[in-house]
């Protein structure tokens, strides 16, 4: 019997790939980026609406689900699918990071991490086997392994530690799921910036064989620059008929440009979070709908989107509402940030099977530098 989850690379232009990863729950369309709905809901946005963005799949958190409402209560539920009302492909991460930024005591050890909830202070363990195991209680079809993700700044010999520790979590990980057809498990990458530690840790996970591989460790203050070298390091020796993930990433430029050095997957919250902030992302860059100038304008925020928020009103309401706090423009922004960023996936998939990923990548980056014009 088949298992895992099952990925096709349609086509390719430089490192570029398009594709399909299909899952128990659907196909998802690569380069993709997958909207974050933490505690089993993608903020101010309900489930038909984030679908309506263009969304194929979405992220969920193990570590905030087991806390609450508990894995078992989703289990016994129906599971994620069913509780929050989400009929595609879901993707958890395994809780490593969240554990180790959210919670001020915790203890890391050879087991796993032993923490205090930042919910109530109740202890818990999440070990590599735990977190296997909380995943298939959600049910969610690509699990990931639960890893440390290496701090930056750090020392080659603390990076090293690090990444050795991850790499046999990642071993117990792949020992504890079970594999079933549409159903997958990504190992991690980890390696902090230093290229070769990276490349030991991408053959430690092909010797346990996953059925993705995720980049982690990036995108935690390393800058642009340094980030797409460690992807150019790492890409380079992962295989070409699986999925590759570059996890926590990122701002539009940073998206467009691991794309072109061969990443299929992203996820990150700043579209949701942005939008609850008053930030828009548009084809000619960010705009904070807070500033006064918007106060007046009638326009559209971007009139090339078909967006609630485009289509329907104007940026002096948006700005109207940030100014009062009135949580629809909560509610508009996040679906117009989300819109956006479908849009430019799908722009990204078909430059790559036009073969005009160039042309493409040179428009995109020349309508950001223009930035957003001003009514007169």
């Known amino acids: 019997m088949k298992t895992g989850v099952g990925f096709e690379v349609t086509a390719g232009d430089g490192a570029a790939r398009a594709g399909r990863l299909t899952t128990a729950h659907g196909t998802i369309p690569t380069p993709a980026f997958m909207p974050v709905g933490t505690a089993g809901t993608v903020k101010a946005m309900k489930s038909e609406d984030v679908a309506a963005t263009g969304a194929a799949v979405i992220l969920a958190n193990t570590y905030h689900l087991m806390l609450r409402p508990g894995a078992g209560r989703v289990a016994a539920l129906g599971g994620l699918h069913r509780f929050m009302n989400w009929d595609g492909p879901i993707l958890t991460d395994s809780g490593g990071y969240q554990v180790l930024s959210l919670t001020g005591l915790r203890t890391l050890h050879e087991n796993g991490v032993t923490f205090r909830s930042h919910i109530d202070g109740t202890e818990h363990d999440l070990t590599p086997e735990r977190a296997i195991e909380v995943q298939g209680l959600l049910g969610s079809d690509i699990a990931m392994a639960l890893d440390e993700c290496t701090p930056y700044p750090v020392e080659r010999t603390a990076a090293r530690e690090s990444m050795e520790l991850s790499m046999r979590w990642a071993a117990r990980s792949r020992a504890r799921f079970q594999p079933k057809e549409g159903y997958g498990l990504f190992g991690i990458v980890q390696g902090g910036v230093f290229e070769d530690l990276r490349r030991e840790s991408v053959a430690a996970l092909l010797d346990i064989g996953f059925d993705g591989y995720a980049v982690g460790g990036l995108a935690v203050g390393e800058g642009q620059a340094e980030m797409y070298r460690i992807v150019e390091a ?76 485009c289509a329907s009103y104007s940026r002096a309401y948006l700005h109207h509402l940030f100014k009062a706090k009135e949580i629809l423009g909560n509610v508009l922004l996040s679906a117009h940030n989300l819109t956006y960023y479908q849009e430019l996936m799908s722009g990204l998939r078909s430059a790559i099977a036009g073969g005009s990923l160039e042309g493409f990548i040179a428009a995109f980056r020349e309508e950001q530098a223009a930035g957003d014009i001003p009514v007169v």
Do not use: W
């Open 234 to 309: 790492t890409v380079n020796h992962l295989p070409e008929d699986r999925p590759r993930y570059l996890m926590g990433v990122g701002k539009p430029h940073d998206i467009v440009g691991a794309v072109s050095r061969g990443i299929d997957m992203f996820d990150c919250v700043l579209p949701t979070r942005s939008g609850r902030t008053g930030q828009a992302f548009t084809r000619r860059g960010a705009v904070n709908l807070r500033n006064a100038r918007h106060a007046e304008d009638p326009r559209p925020l971007d009139e090339s989107c078909a967006c609630l928020a």
